[in-house]
């Protein structure tokens, strides 16, 4: 099976940057997902790693470390409206259907 | 173009009741995929249909089902439901089955079962 690890809640000051860590352990490994979600909201694709790197996308950056089993999620310039869950999603197992990890609570506050 | 249309968007049951659930995917998406997420749980994957087929199950038990048509519109039935079903149970479609894929969410539907 696969274990996707992910801190339950952070919480950081607008204007600030934030680091959102996500450790997997899975066999086969095809790729990494990040989806932000609002509460009361579907889950929305922010980005897709399936080399080692960093892909940066505006403000948002995400990392991968195959070897380490190991991406972040990097949030500059924080803005109140980035307060959401952010789920990290992991491919492998045999699978292409990602497992998702239980999501982080990000809180940000004035 | 559109986003994944679910519905409905809240209902509530009781305990042995059934419900059905409906997703339109994105025009042209022909691979759908239901999750369950609850606080304890997370996002859990349910199933996926593509071309009206099943193609990949979740570890819930019997009394979750689901099909698709041929417009690739979707539907899940849950029955004898259970106070543990109570959760938002979203759909999400992407283009083709059998590679990782983006995927698009719609709004989910909150059921509750009392």
């Known amino acids: 099976g696969q274990n996707i690890d992910q801190p339950t809640e952070m919480t950081a000051t607008e204007g600030a940057i934030v680091q959102i860590n996500c450790t997997y352990q899975?066999?086969?490994?095809?790729?990494l997902f990040w989806y932000q979600q609002h509460a009361g909201e579907a889950p929305t694709f922010l980005s897709y790693n399936v080399l080692d790197g960093l892909e940066e996308k505006g403000r948002f950056s995400s990392f991968l470390s195959r070897s380490k089993g190991y991406s972040y999620l990097l949030l500059k310039e924080l803005q109140m409206k980035d307060s959401a869950s952010y789920l990290c999603?992991?491919?492998?197992?045999?699978?292409?259907?990602?497992?998702f990890g239980r999501g982080t609570s990000l809180i940000v506050h004035p | 173009k559109a986003g994944v249309t679910q519905t409905p968007r809240y209902l509530i049951k009781t305990r042995g009741q059934q419900v059905t659930l409906s997703c339109s995917p994105i025009s042209g998406h022909r691979s759908v995929s239901w999750y369950q997420q609850t606080p304890g749980q997370g996002l859990q994957f349910l199933f996926e249909?593509?071309?009206?087929?099943?193609?990949n199950k979740g570890n819930f038990p019997g009394r979750f089902s689901g099909r698709q048509f041929s417009n690739s519109r979707s539907e899940m039935n849950v029955s004898t439901l259970e106070l543990g079903d109570s959760a938002l149970y979203l759909c999400a479609s992407s283009l083709t089955s059998g590679s990782v894929n983006e995927q698009f969410f719609g709004p989910g539907t909150r059921l509750t079962v009392l």
């Open positions: 999603a992991v491919g492998g197992g045999g699978s292409y259907i990602p497992t």
């Open positions: 899975t066999s086969g490994f095809n790729g």
């Open positions: 249909y593509f071309s009206e087929t099943q193609r």
